[in-house]
């Protein structure tokens, strides 16, 4: 059975940081990522990472959010600096299985973001 674990959401200030991280197990994984449903708004990519660490960002992120990955581990990271109230949302882990193409396959069941003013 597959699992995505995320931990690291929370509240912090404008110009803040934080590290969101997401495990996943029970099979391998090509492409995994982040997404996000901001209030009143489409859930839309943050960022994703595949199995060679290419890296991909939505335009507003360049800049202050990393992504990464161990793959020994089955886990990404994301680090967000110089959080803007405008990155509040619902962050969601999401993860392809190595072999398919296309969608996600796999969803967490998100963790909570806050960026206060």
């Known amino acids: 059975q597959v699992h995505l674990v995320e931990s690291g959401g929370g509240l912090v200030q404008a110009g803040g940081f934080l590290r969101l991280s997401c495990t996943a197990s029970g099979t391998l994984f090509s492409t995994m990522g982040w997404y996000r449903r901001a209030p009143g708004k489409q859930r839309e990519m943050v960022a994703t990472?595949?199995?060679?660490?290419?890296?991909r960002y939505t335009d507003s992120v360049k800049g202050r959010f990393t992504i990464s990955r161990d793959n020994a581990k089955n886990t990404i990271y994301l680090q967000m600096n110089s959080l803007q109230p405008g990155d509040t949302g619902v962050y969601y882990c999401?993860?392809?299985?190595?072999?398919?193409?296309?969608?996600?396959?796999?969803w967490g069941q998100g963790t909570q973001v806050t960026v206060s003013s």
């Open positions: 990472i595949n199995r060679a660490s290419t890296e």
């Open positions: 999401a993860a392809r299985k190595l072999g398919n193409l296309g969608l996600f396959d796999y």
